[in-house]
């Protein structure tokens, strides 16, 4: 099987190649961490991991990264073994550096046979710990080879991609059973690893490390937030009090979030409370039209906030500025060369602020939800009590989008047209607000835990070696 995957791979690079070597010449950003992704590793690299054994974490992007958060806090505290991070994004390896400074960072190699053995024999981990669905079939085989554990958590597998492992038959089994232990996130996703041909003696249901990451964000927040302003932080703490995380009992600016973003600047948003905030948060292109058109009447008694997923594509601006829209951007107001008045519309085209604004909103519309894209996180605005509306596309997050729509948090919405209507009806019923909120804090609370299950999984692995 990997003798397959390693001709398709070669195929596909031959293939390719003229287009990335172009790309390579002409855009800068396709040489950012090209060495690393190669498998070559800096001197710096190599003297932060102390010539110890490193446990090996990898997230390939944005959310995954946040969905590690209390995990990696976890393994620093109770672990001396060094922590090397690795992520596959630009924005991903961002938002580490803002997360995780002071943790070895790299981007991770391509999975060529070749590079990935060099990249192993350097680095020597004890543990490779993977979130969600990375897996790369060249890299877990030679990890096996050693004797090196690899482990899968918050492990994800949709019904559509649990599909197209079987249709692959003996791939899909082969790609999964390379994995020592598989932490899933629910019993359904379980019992799809199994079915899949997988030792159910190697599954186990874990839980979904975005609620406890998401609401360790929150107090963040709230506690940063108390330091300068008290009144703010009440508002923003409306579930309750005793729910706080251990680690957020004292304020606390731990979060580069809040340091760069929440103590300079809130105070600028208090007076948005005088109307209701509406936001519309990861929003790709294919879909920024469509809810513009749709939606853009509402900044006449609203606060409308556009969060594109990538501000760097995002035609959101082009838009407002044909339909006659005036818009100011947080960039610049975080820069000091604007502010916003009434009736303008918000571009929040920053990467990894979006928390923050779910915490000022009223009402929240998550993105990537009204194309084939598959949706995002609804956890994290559900952690400030807030009703969440999202379009018929959530794969990427099907079970928390049935949780929520099933606990009266969450309403599925069609298409634009019906967006703006609901947003519409629900703005005239401020206690059906209050009671969706509330639901959406509720769903979070009873989905706690899943930080220590994911560390059972790796504690004797680690203590083992």
């Keep these: 099987m990997i003798l397959l995957y390693n001709f398709f791979l070669f195929f596909l690079f031959l293939l390719l190649f003229p287009y990335f070597l172009f790309r390579l010449m002409v855009t800068k950003r396709y040489r ?15 003297k932060s991991l102390r010539g110890e054994r490193p446990i090996w974490v990898h997230a390939v992007s944005v959310g995954e990264l946040v969905a590690a958060k209390p995990l990696l806090k976890e393994l ?40 990935v053995k060099r990249f192993v024999r350097r680095i020597r981990p004890k543990i490779f710990i993977t979130l969600e669905s990375e897996i790369w079939p060249n890299l877990l085989s030679i990890l096996k080879k050693r004797g090196i554990p ?20 003996f791939w899909g089994r082969r790609f999964f059973g390379e994995l020592t232990r598989l932490g899933m ?3 359904e996703e379980a019992e799809r690893v199994i079915r899949l041909g997988v030792k159910k003696e190697r599954v186990f249901v874990t839980g979904n490390l975005k609620y ?26 409306r579930g ?62 609203s606060r ?62 998550v993105g990537g939800t009204f194309i084939p894209w598959g949706g995002h996180n609804v956890i994290e605005p559900a952690v400030f009590s807030k009703p969440i509306l999202f379009g018929p596309y959530m794969g990427n997050f099907w079970e928390e989008s049935l949780i929520f729509k099933k606990a009266g948090a969450a309403i599925e919405v069609k298409d634009a047209a019906g967006l703006y209507s609901t947003i519409s009806e629900l703005l005239t019923n401020p206690e059906k607000i209050k009671t969706m909120g509330e639901a959406s804090f509720q769903v979070v609370r009873e989905h706690l835990g899943a930080t220590e299950k994911n560390l059972s999984l790796i504690k004797d692995l680690l203590t083992a070696r």
Excluded at 32 to 46: M, P
Excluded at 98 to 109: R, S, V, Y
Excluded at 216 to 227: G, K, V, Y
């Design 240 to 301: 309750s009090t005793s729910l706080l995380l251990p680690a957020a009992n004292k304020a606390t600016t731990d979060s580069p979030v809040v340091a760069e973003l929440v103590l300079p600047v809130v105070a600028r948003f208090i007076k948005l409370k005088d109307s209701p905030v509406i936001v519309f948060g990861s929003l790709h292109s294919g879909e920024e039209e469509q809810i513009i058109e749709s939606c853009s009447s509402l900044s006449k008694s």
């Design 76 to 115: 620093r505290q109770k672990y001396s073994a060094p922590i090397l991070l690795s992520t596959t994004t630009e924005a991903g390896y961002r938002i580490a550096k803002k997360f995780f400074p002071d943790l070895p960072l790299i981007f991770f190699p391509f999975d060529f046979s070749l590079i």
């Design 32 to 46: 950012i961490g090209l060495g690393e992704r190669l498998g070559n590793l800096s001197k710096g690299i190599l």
């Design 212 to 237: 406890e990451s998401a609401l360790s964000l929150r107090e963040s927040l709230i506690n940063s937030a108390t330091i300068l302003y008290p009144d703010f932080s009440r508002d923003m703490r």
């Design 150 to 169: 690899a482990v899968l958590v918050n492990g994800r597998l949709s019904q559509k991609s649990y599909g197209k492992y079987r249709r692959f038959g």
């Design 185 to 187: 996130r629910s019993q």
């Design 304 to 365: 409308l906030i556009f969060a594109p997923r990538h501000p760097e594509k995002s035609r959101i601006k082009a838009i407002l500025k044909r339909k006659g829209l005036d818009y100011v951007l947080w960039s610049k107001i975080k820069a000091g060369g604007g502010k916003l008045e009434k009736e303008q519309i918000l571009i929040l085209d920053t990467i990894g602020e979006l928390s923050f604004f779910y915490s000022l909103a009223t009402l929240v519309f």
